[in-house]
């Protein structure tokens, strides 16, 4: 397939600002300038607020003391339901970029459609938070979410994982640790929905080196990603922070994996939906023709993105069945 002609259009408006000066890639800027930067051009993508979704403020404490921001979704249907399902998601950024409201409209659109309640996570981002923060914090919010079932008004019975690149990443080590400590965790999820995740840190497949440049997500930026979340070069080979190295992945939850044909991260995730599959995990696995990373944000633009939103939601209304 090629390239999505009017997502080609889109990359040769970023390209043509890149080549002005007026705009340079998130890896050239200050992390704090970064993330300024990518919540600009988030604003362009999202198409929240009348939406029929009510939003709710959430904090979720953490085991260092601290708390982080949280916000809950809850389609008009659900509103007056006393034990509705949930998606707890994880934004995607690096560990270094985004938030709530550069997802909002993704989450939005997914409680809208599954239905379902969706508790979007703001974990901490690096640099200030290294490698593990973030995983601890999502770990942090699935207790959370079984303990405060109730006054969230959540079946517990009925949790979903997810998030898209980065954050996907931080859904499947979340739910590699469900799998091997269930005393600990509670419940099991019952699905993964795993959105172009990050699973490899190695930045060394075929899929980064033809997809690397030109294709949205850069190979430089997710190295300059890695290198700003890790302590130390060894953390690269720490599974929690590349999933795709997990010894076991046996008895975790079934999964639905969403790729893009364009993505760099292409390779990695669809060698992490294989060594599932090993395993002996249900997997769904869709590969998105003429699609680039981060395309599931625009659903705005694209109908391709809308159909996905709408292949994600199916797949959680059926693991929720």
Not at 116 to 131: I, M, N, T
Not at 145 to 156: F, R, S, Y
Not at 211 to 230: D, P, V
Not at 301 to 306: N, V
Request: aromatic share 8%.
């Amino acid at each position: 397939m090629e390239l999505n002609p009017e997502l080609a259009a889109f990359l040769d408006l970023v390209d043509a600002g890149r080549r002005s000066g007026d705009t340079r890639p998130l890896h050239a800027l200050a992390p704090n300038q970064a993330r300024r930067e990518f919540a600009m051009a988030s604003r362009a993508l999202d198409t929240s607020g009348e939406d029929g979704v009510q939003r709710r403020a959430v904090t979720v404490p953490t085991r260092d003391g601290a708390a982080i921001a949280a916000r809950l979704y809850v389609p008009g249907a659900l509103v007056s339901t006393a034990e509705r399902p949930l998606l707890l998601y994880f934004h995607g950024g690096g560990y270094v970029v985004g938030g709530l409201d550069t997802h909002d409209a993704l989450c939005g659109s997914l409680a809208l459609r599954t239905p379902c309640a969706v508790l979007s996570v703001d974990y901490r981002l690096a640099p200030e938070h290294k490698f593990p923060t973030a995983v601890d914090d999502a770990v942090d919010a699935f207790k959370h979410v079984v303990t405060a079932g109730l006054e969230l008004a959540v079946d517990i019975r009925r949790i979903a994982v997810g998030g898209d690149s980065a954050g996907a990443g931080l859904a499947a080590v979340l739910a590699i640790m469900a799998a091997r400590d269930r005393a600990i965790f509670g419940v099991a999820p019952v699905l993964q929905a795993l959105l172009y995740p990050v699973t490899d840190a190695s930045c060394a497949s075929a899929s980064m080196e033809l997809f690397g440049e030109g294709y949205l997500l850069e190979a430089e930026t997710l190295r300059w990603f890695h290198a700003l979340y890790a302590r130390t070069a060894d953390d690269f080979a720490d599974w929690r922070f590349s999933p795709l190295l997990a010894p076991d992945l046996s008895r975790v939850a079934p999964a639905f994996v969403a790729l893009a044909e364009f993505d760099p991260l292409l390779d990695e995730g669809l060698a992490y939906a294989q060594k599932l599959e090993a395993a002996g995990a249900p997997v769904t696995f869709r590969i998105y023709e003429g699609m680039t990373h981060d395309f599931l944000r625009m659903a705005a633009l694209f109908p391709e993105a809308q159909a996905a939103h709408a292949d994600i939601a199916a797949a959680m209304a059926a693991a929720f069945a």
